[in-house]
Structure formats: C-alpha cells, structure tokens
C-alpha cells in the first residue's frame, strides 16, 4: 500500500517521506523521500546527532532504546530536516505500543490482520487486531482493507471510543478487474468518492495487490479535505509502480519469482495469486523460514503445485534451527532436498526446473537478500 501511495503522492509533486520496515538490502531502503533512499553519509551524521540522546535515555534509567526506535527516531528527524510535505509510517510490529505510534496523523490505516508476531501480540486474532487499533486517534479517519468481521467489530469499538470513524476500503473503492496481465498485474476501471477511472494500468501483480489498492484508494479520497490533493490522472502513477520483493519475476527462462512472505497468511496470499496466475503450472519452491516463525503454517500454504521443496537457511542468528523444519517439509512435500547455501539451492533449482514449470523463492527477507543479489547482482 505506502509502494503505491508513495508512487501517487511523489507523482502529484509533494514531497513524500517514507519510513518502512524491514529492508531488504539495506537499511537505507527503510527511509526514503520519494523515491531516493536517504544516503550513508546522511545516516552516519543522525546516528551520531542522535547518540547523546540514547546515552542520556539509558542513564535516565529507561534502558537502551530498541534498534527500530532509534531508526524511528533516525526517519523522524531526517524529515524534519528535509522538510518533507507529508510522511508515509509503517508500523514496525503491532501499533498500540509502537515506536511509531507517537504522531498525529492525518490518517490511519490497516490493510488485514495475520497471525504474526505472536509471541508479542497473541496468542489470538483478536489480540493482534486490539494492538493494531492502537493507533487509531480522536477524530482521525481509519481505514481497513479486509473485511474480517471479528477485526471490523474491534476496529468499530475502538473508533467509536476515540471519536474516530471507520472507513472499510471493500465498500469505498470499486475496482473492476478488465483484464489480468498476469506477472505485469492488471487493466482496472476504478470507481470511489473522488476517483473514476477506466482502463487503468496498475503494475502490481497478484489478486492481494487490488486489496492494497482499494485502501490506497480510499485515503488518498481523504487526503484533499485534509489540505493534499490529488490532481493528476491515477493511471500513470499506478503503472508506474515497482516493487522488489514483492511477487518480483527476475529471471523468464525459466521464470524466477521472489516474494517476501514470511508468515502464514502471506504465504497463503501468494500461494492463491500464483494459482490464479500459473493455474496449470508446477513449481520449485526453495524457502528459508526463521526459527520464530510457522514453518508448518507456512510450508502448507504453499504445498499445493510444489514438486520439489528446496529447503535453505536465512542468513543471520534467527535461523539456528534451520534443519528443524526438515521434518516438518518432510510431512507436506512430496519431495524435499537440504542446502543450507542459498545460492547453492537457487542452482540445484534451476538445474531441477523442468518445462513449463517456475522457481519459487520465499520465506523470509533474509532469505530473499541473498537470493535477489545471486541473481540480479543488485
């Protein structure tokens, strides 16, 4: 969703701050104005700005602040700086206590609710959905792209408490499917309060992006009563959209997909868009999950059309266990081989890939890190 409304925002000619977690490459990739990553110089020169902040923080006696704090901290100065028009925030983890729960906003959203984090924010999904209310605020618009009713009802409580009003996506934004292009995404008519379009190109493939669209959609229908309007035509703003690590083809022959998913519910989304994309189509997968994470959630929404489960280990301390989920691939694939190397699973994959079959990278952003540099050099 902020990929698209970045996009639309930058392409309108405001000056958009974007602070996102977690990266991909780098962590510059975390804040960004528009489009241009903020630079290592840049970043040295806040750490270093911001250390006598920390050093009194923890002889204060709160402790040391969290690495996502201080990169919060990081992303709201360097706004303040460059004097960004507006800021686009994604939450880190949850919302209620989140370091980026400290603003004002001018609008808050939810695009769906999974089960992760448990740990923090469980056990259930009404736990998950009561933090991620949190950041709901008096008289500020909430938005909701989903339509589960247990998360409608906690998100309705906590509006009607706060003074604020709910706004779900599903019955503001209309969006009619024209045509699927498959890995290119879609040709879209739009329809909502502000908003009529036809024939629109919107770059993002996979049938879970038009849900991030509809909320994209409607609070940028609420952005002109709150001093930011929108001019321009949508379409060449939304075709104009990339995202890497998202459902991203970096190889054709044969097709290499990279995606993110790192939970069950997004392996489960994946898992469904693929389908609608590649309906007759098998595939390789080569996942690597993190040790706190649903192997078996996630090793299951992804069963159906995998031949050949390559399981590997993410880079970093939080895949220790890697070889645990061994038994736990063993159970649902028809077929599992170990290689613990990344790039040596992406090669034993393109070896095993037969015709009309695709690779499938996936599991964690650690995962993918390595994956995209070995293929795309990046």
């Not at 974007?18 to 020169?45: A, C, K, M, Q």
């Not at 703003?237 to 998913?261: C, K, N, Q, T």
């Not at 220790?320 to 028809?334: D, G, K, M, S, V």
Request: a negative charge; glycine letters at 8%.
């Amino acid at each position: 969703m902020i990929a698209i409304l970045n996009q639309v925002l930058s392409a309108e000619g405001y000056r958009v701050g974007v602070f996102t977690s977690p990266h991909l490459h780098s962590y510059r990739e975390r804040i960004r104005i528009n489009h241009e990553l903020i630079s290592g110089d840049d970043l040295w020169s806040l750490i270093n700005r911001l250390e006598p902040a920390i050093r009194e923080c923890e002889h204060a006696g709160y402790g040391s602040p969290t690495e996502f704090e201080i990169l919060t901290a990081l992303a709201f100065t360097y706004f303040e700086q460059r004097r960004v028009d507006i800021a686009l925030i994604e939450t880190g983890m949850g919302g209620l206590y989140d370091a980026t729960n400290v603003v004002q906003p001018l609008i808050t959203a939810v695009t769906n609710i999974g089960l992760d984090h448990l740990q923090y924010l469980g056990p259930g999904i009404e736990d998950v959905a009561y933090n991620k209310a949190g950041i709901i605020k008096p008289g500020v618009p909430m938005i909701y792209g989903d339509n589960d009713p247990v998360v409608v009802k906690i998100l309705e409580d906590t509006c009607r408490s706060k003074g604020a009003y709910l706004r779900l996506a599903g019955n503001n934004a209309r969006l009619t499917r024209v045509r699927n292009l498959g890995m290119s995404g879609f040709i879209l008519d739009i329809d909502s309060r502000r908003f009529s379009a036809r024939d629109i190109g919107f770059s993002l493939p996979g049938s879970y992006q038009l849900d991030n669209l509809a909320t994209a959609v409607t609070i940028l229908d609420e952005l002109p009563e709150r001093g930011f309007p929108i001019k321009k035509d949508l379409g060449e703003s939304l075709s104009a959209i990339r995202w890497p690590g998202r459902m991203e083809r970096v190889r054709r022959h044969p097709e290499v997909i990279l995606d993110a998913a790192h939970n069950q519910h997004g392996a489960r989304v994946l898992d469904r868009a693929l389908e609608e994309i590649y309906p007759d189509r098998s595939r390789i997968l080569v996942i690597g999950i993190l040790d706190d994470k649903d192997g078996p959630g996630i090793f299951g929404s992804l069963a159906a059309h995998t031949r050949l489960c390559i399981l590997t280990r993410p880079e970093g301390n939080r895949s220790r266990n890697w070889l645990q989920r061994y038994q736990e691939a063993n159970r649902i694939f028809p077929q599992v081989f170990l290689a613990e190397e990344i790039e040596y699973g992406i090669r034993k994959a393109l070896e095993e890939v037969r015709d009309q079959e695709y690779i499938l990278i996936t599991g964690s952003f650690m995962t993918l890190d390595r994956a995209r540099r070995f293929l795309t050099q990046a």
